[in-house]
Nanobody
Framework: QVQLVESGGGLVQAGGSLRLSCAASGSILSINAMGWYRQGPGKQRELVAVITSGGNTNYADSAKGRFTIARDNAKNTVYLQMNSLKPDDTAVYYC???????????????WGQGTQVTVSS
């Protein structure tokens, strides 16, 4: 019932920037939180950044000072501005949304398909 459409991944050189976007659609009554996770080769999936409906944000230590998460509630969209990228940032980035559904008024958690971010030296 809920789809997350991601865009903005790609290949950049170290020190460069990317802006990821994720738009949620479907049977959504409200979005409680949206965020970004990533999984590098041979690593576990980890939280990068999350933003709640109230505007509270959380960042991984590795992202603090370099990444900024923002939202557009009217468009059910979350953005991740990634600056000063490092090779260690190379990973598949996944959008995640925690929502309240319209039909059941129950909770749901959904993932995007993932978008590749590759940072070269």
């Amino acid at each position: 019932q809920v789809q997350l459409v991601e865009s903005g991944g790609g290949l950049v050189q170290a020190g460069g920037s990317l802006r990821l976007s994720c738009a949620a659609s479907g049977s959504i009554l409200s979005i409680n939180a949206m965020g970004w996770y990533r999984q590098g080769p041979g690593k576990q999936r980890e939280l990068v950044a999350v933003i709640t409906s109230g505007g509270n944000t959380n960042y991984a230590d590795s992202a603090k000072g370099r990444f900024t998460i923002a939202r557009d509630n009217a468009k059910n969209t979350v953005y991740l501005q990634m600056n000063s990228l490092k090779p260690d940032d190379t990973a598949v980035y996944y959008c995640n949304a925690d929502v309240t559904l319209t039909y059941y008024r129950g909770g749901g958690n959904y993932w995007g398909q993932g978008t590749q971010v590759t940072v070269s030296s």
